[in-house]
């Protein structure tokens, strides 16, 4: 069976590289974005998550950025997110890429963590750069919020069009290089960047692994395709690896 195949692979790894997007959040109630529910006011991401978007209407964007912190905050790491905390805690040597800017990973007790994309309790002044957790920044007069140099602050959050922040990468392909297995979880493949760090991986020769319930755009590519949600497949994949 797939999972026992990937469990006796997983279970050899020294070095052990996982990728997560959206799709692992869907069970704790975040909508994934290309998914259902994926919508907010009708707009899609793509709509919002733009600096386009955000010169043209910043209120808007902050609006949506507003909503989905608080549905991010409100929900609670899942069985998947507990799962993988867990496999860091047992590979010799373990990163975590996501694109998910939910916290949820950190939250669940990941550490060896990158996370590619920002994160939703963050804001970046437009002017000066300055990167502050949202609880410190005021709102402006404009209702928006604001950094103390006083300039309009932003989502600190990578948004379509954008290229990645310096460094972030680096570090994701300088482990792909030493990887021997690739999990990729929850991600329809499409962003470009974290798809082919993955990628990479497999190319230099690791054991790729795709948990998702569709087909995604690496589920060709992998080795192993384990269908189902990740709640479900990973709390199973590491009790078989380790029992
Ligand atoms: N378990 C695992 N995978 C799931 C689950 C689940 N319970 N439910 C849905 N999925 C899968 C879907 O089948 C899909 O392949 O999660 C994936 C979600 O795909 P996207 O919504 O495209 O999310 P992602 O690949 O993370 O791309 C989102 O794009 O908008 C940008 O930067 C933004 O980080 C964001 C990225």
């Known amino acids: ?23 692992i959040s869907a069970e704790s109630g975040i909508p994934t974005f290309r998914g259902e529910g994926g919508l907010w006011r009708g707009l899609h991401a793509q709509d919002l998550a733009t600096p ?4 043209r209407n910043p209120r808007l964007v902050w ?10 905050n409100e929900a609670e790491p899942n069985p998947g997110h507990q799962a993988l ?75 379509f069009g954008e290229a990645y922040w310096e460094g972030t990468l680096d570090v994701g392909y300088a482990f792909a290089a030493r990887a021997d297995l690739v999990l ?12 082919a ?3 990479q991986a497999r190319r230099a020769g690791a054991f790729m692994v795709d948990v998702n319930p569709n087909p995604s755009e690496l589920s060709d590519a992998a080795d192993l395709w384990l269908r189902g949600p990740s709640g479900v497949v990973l709390p199973e994949l ?5 029992s």
């Open 1 to 23: 069976m797939s999972i026992e195949r990937a469990a006796e692979r997983l279970a050899r790894a020294e070095h052990v590289l996982v990728v997560t997007g959206a799709g």
């Open 52 to 55: 386009e978007a955000f010169r």
């Open 63 to 72: 609006d949506w950025y507003r909503w989905r912190r608080g549905v991010c």
């Open 85 to 159: 905390a867990e496999l860091e805690r047992r590979a010799p040597d373990f990163l975590l890429l996501t694109q998910n800017v939910d916290g949820l990973h950190p939250r669940a007790g990941s550490q060896r963590l990158a996370e590619l994309h920002g994160c939703i309790d963050q804001a970046r002044c437009t002017i000066c750069g300055a990167i502050t957790h949202l609880d410190e920044l005021q709102d402006g007069d404009d209702g928006l919020p604001s950094c103390s140099c006083g300039g309009l602050a932003r989502p600190h959050i990578l948004w």
């Open 184 to 195: 990729v979880v929850g991600t329809s493949g499409m962003v470009w960047a974290p798809a």
């Open 197 to 199: 760090v993955a990628d």
């Open 238 to 242: 590491i009790r078989r690896a380790w």
